[in-house]
């Protein structure tokens, strides 16, 4: 009754995958700077920063979201032949090369 499998674990996430997230998210930033800088001429900082910070506590929750699901999609398991991780691991190739000298 010996189950046992190894698994190995393989992220192909590339930076192209987040690319859109990061711009989008650069879009919001660069908007509510835009509106608070209106509020700011418009003679009322204490809106213009409640302006940018609201916005910024707000998108960055989606913003982590967006990437840990990201992430978490190119995240893949795949199972490993236990004979080829023994025959692979430094204690067999250390053995293979003391015995071939």
């Not at 987040?18 to 509510?32: E, G, H």
């Not at 213009?48 to 990437?67: D, H, M, N, Q, R």
């Amino acid at each position: 009754m010996d189950n046992a499998k190894t698994y190995k674990m393989n992220c192909t996430l590339k930076f192209g995958d987040i690319y859109s997230q990061i711009i989008v998210w650069l879009l919001v930033l660069f908007i509510s700077l835009a509106a608070a800088l209106a509020l700011m001429g418009a003679s009322r900082p204490v809106y213009a920063l409640a302006t940018v910070g609201l916005i910024f506590v707000l998108s960055l929750p989606f913003l982590l979201f967006a990437f840990v699901t990201t992430l978490l999609n190119h995240i893949e398991f795949s199972e490993v032949d236990p004979d080829a991780v023994v025959a692979n691991s430094p204690a067999a190739t250390a053995r293979l090369a003391s015995q071939s000298a």
